[in-house]
């Protein structure tokens, strides 16, 4: 439980969250103006490849103990390896490609689309 708490004292952790939650707001509000409520599901192949980046990112570059060299590989500062955390990000940037052109090919991103569920869930609890 000590730890949970001292996750809020981590200046990075903080804009994490901030980051996060703009993004729902967004969201939402973007939701409610247009009247269409699949917003969220455009950014879903794209929005865990941003968060695995921004943590790969941080972890290497604005972290003040670890270790970056060209020669040596990337280490943490109890001096693990950072490998499964670039291969892990490989593999969401992977999927979430895969994804985003399946979500491109059936027309997802344009403005006008809606999930044909919302049309459902819109008649059951109008």
Sequence with gaps: MIQ?????????????????NSV??????????????????????????????????????????SKLNIHTKITEPNGTSLARLILITVFITLWGLRLASVFWRRGYYKWSFEDHRWELIKKKYN
């Design 4 to 20: 949970f708490i001292n996750l809020f004292t981590d200046q990075v952790f903080i804009y994490f969250l901030i980051a996060c």
């Design 24 to 65: 729902g707001i967004i969201v939402w509000l973007l939701s409610i103006f247009a009247n269409k409520y699949s917003f969220m599901d455009k950014l879903w192949p794209l929005l865990p490849m941003f968060y695995s980046w921004a943590f790969l990112c941080t972890s290497i570059f604005f972290n003040p103990t």
